[in-house]
């Protein structure tokens, strides 16, 4: 293990971000599209909700697999790139948690 200098200073690549969406009996995006590896979704709005996740080079979005949250759980999904590639539907306002993890090491300074 190498030594590291008492004056090294780290930066966090890591970036953590709310979002919501409003929802209103169709599939909708959040409100603001961040870059991410992972949302959790907390589903709070008093009925269950479903939601698909998804890119652009999807060749048919209606073939994606639609997931449902029961009111008061939570989901993880993991291996996005992009908060918009989450498409949920229900009522009311549904929170979540999007998480951006670098691979790259962190840096020193």
Known sequence: MPDIPSNTRY????????IKW???GTYSQPLSAVKCSE???????GSD?????G???MAN???ITEFT???????????????????????GTLYGRAHYYSSTPQVRQ
């Open 11 to 18: 930066i966090n690549l890591n970036q953590c971000y709310s």
């Open 22 to 24: 409003n929802l209103s």
């Open 39 to 45: 949302v959790i979704l907390y589903n709070n709005t």
């Open 49 to 53: 909700i479903s939601f698909k996740a």
């Open 55 to 57: 890119n652009s080079e």
């Open 61 to 63: 979005p209606a073939l």
């Open 69 to 91: 949250i029961k009111n008061g759980q939570q989901f993880t999904v993991m291996g996005i790139t992009n908060s918009n590639q989450l498409s949920c539907i229900g009522t």
